[in-house]
């Protein structure tokens, strides 16, 4: 176990499985998750972050050999950004699928991040598969950087509260965005 208790993971997994609404440490910041092929899951974090959904939010995975399950097509750049990245990175791929519609782009494309974090990489293989994760704030608001700076009104609206590095004051940053486009386009959307 890297430093989290095993109850608390299983917990987290077990509210998912259900259909339900965690808010947990990530490699960035504090986020809202929940299964990402879940359509009833995922309207409610649109609900709880007042999010318009026609913004769809990023997803995690455990490693990057899930990828092809949920892109048509992995370009062999997102290898390399993966590797050669010194912090967090999503990237953004055309062609998303296996997912609950809302998290899809209306061009098709999904941000999708390989979590190198132990809480929430273990939490993305104990649930075989993608998870939500977008910051746990009402949309507009500020991103919290940690536990500390996430609302009460969104920790009411959660159905499990991670006690993992709740008492960890790190000053957190959301992670670098990159879209990859067709023949091998690259383009920043945030560093």
Not at 64 to 69: C, E, G, I, M, T
Request: hydrophobic content about 40%; overall charge negative; charged content about 30%.
């Amino acid at each position: 176990m890297a430093g989290y208790k095993r109850e608390d993971l299983e917990k987290a997994c077990e509210v998912m499985r259900g259909g339900g609404v965690v808010l947990y440490p990530t490699d960035t910041i504090w986020g809202l998750g929940c299964d990402a092929s879940n359509e009833e899951a995922v309207k409610r974090i649109f609900r709880i972050k007042q999010r318009s959904d026609s913004k769809s939010m990023l997803v995690l995975l455990d490693n990057d050999a899930k990828l092809s399950f949920y892109v048509g097509e992995v370009p062999d750049q997102a290898y390399d950004l993966m590797d050669l990245s010194e912090k967090p990175i999503t990237i953004i791929y055309d062609g998303a699928r296996h997912l609950a519609p809302q998290l899809i782009a209306e061009d098709g494309s999904v941000g999708i991040r390989i979590t190198k974090e132990a809480f929430s990489r273990d939490l993305c293989a104990r649930m075989k598969g993608a998870i939500v994760s977008t910051s746990a704030n009402i949309s507009g608001q500020p991103s919290p950087r940690n536990f500390a700076e996430v609302s009460q009104e969104i920790i009411a609206a959660v159905d499990y509260v991670v006690e993992y590095r709740r008492d960890d004051t790190a000053q957190a940053a959301p992670s670098s965005i990159v879209k990859l486009g067709r023949g091998g386009l690259v383009r920043i959307i945030r560093e």
